[in-house]
């Protein structure tokens, strides 16, 4: 039922927003229960929806605009630009394109804004790869201890993005 609900509505701007909004404080949870891993999966997820969902804004998309539409662009960039999109989920690669967006419609990101959201997606990066889902960090005491070493870096970092979105789009 569910997935057939999911599937019959492609996800717009705006829903990449609640959604990350709702990984966010999803994330939170998990860290305050000592679930680290889970935690700091979330919250990368949460990094990953915002950087998207900027970028489309940045490049004129509106908050009802379907996510699909937006893709191809990505494509092209990720040609162009040479940097790996790793599935379309890479940090790296969506603050490059929004950098690059915002640039080509003459609104360049403050230099004070981009040194701070690269600050992030490095600590964030240093933590959280989409592939943290297969994983479980149960049985294996050294991804435990990471993970709770992440998890604060991780968080302020994602905070950041979330308290400074406007700034990264407009």
């Given at each position: 039922?569910?997935?057939?609900?999911?599937?019959?509505?492609?996800?717009?701007?705006?829903?990449?927003?609640?959604?990350?909004?709702?990984?966010?404080?999803d994330g939170f949870?998990?860290?305050?229960?000592?679930?680290?891993?889970?935690?700091?999966?979330?919250?990368?997820?949460?990094?990953?929806?915002?950087?998207k969902a900027?970028?489309?804004?940045?490049?004129?998309?509106?908050?009802?605009?379907?996510?699909?539409?937006?893709?191809?662009?990505?494509?092209?960039?990720?040609?162009?630009?040479?940097?790996?999109?790793?599935?379309?989920?890479?940090?790296?690669?969506?603050?490059?394109?929004?950098?690059?967006?915002?640039?080509?419609?003459?609104?360049?990101?403050?230099?004070?804004?981009?040194?701070?959201?690269?600050?992030?997606?490095?600590?964030?990066?240093?933590?959280?790869?989409?592939?943290?889902?297969?994983?479980?960090?149960?049985?294996?005491?050294?991804?435990?201890?990471?993970?709770?070493?992440?998890?604060?870096?991780?968080?302020?970092?994602?905070?950041?993005?979330?308290?400074?979105?406007?700034?990264?789009?407009?």
């Open positions: 039922m569910l997935r057939g609900l999911l599937n019959g509505t492609p996800e717009t701007v705006q829903d990449l927003l609640f959604a990350a909004d709702e990984r966010f404080f949870e998990l860290v305050i229960q000592g679930r680290y891993f889970g935690g700091v999966y979330c919250m990368g997820y949460t990094a990953e929806m915002l950087l900027a970028t489309f804004l940045a490049d004129g998309a509106r908050p009802n605009d379907f996510v699909s539409a937006k893709f191809g662009a990505a494509r092209r960039f990720a040609k162009v630009s040479g940097i790996d999109p790793e599935h379309f989920h890479s940090l790296f690669f969506w603050a490059s394109y929004l950098i690059d967006r915002r640039q080509f419609n003459g609104n360049a990101m403050s230099p004070n804004v981009r040194i701070e959201m690269d600050a992030c997606i490095r600590n964030i990066t240093a933590s959280w790869l989409v592939e943290m889902r297969y994983r479980s960090s149960a049985s294996d005491p050294l991804l435990e201890a990471a993970s709770v070493q992440s998890a604060a870096p991780v968080y302020e970092s994602v905070d950041w993005l979330r308290s400074n979105f406007g700034r990264l789009w407009r």
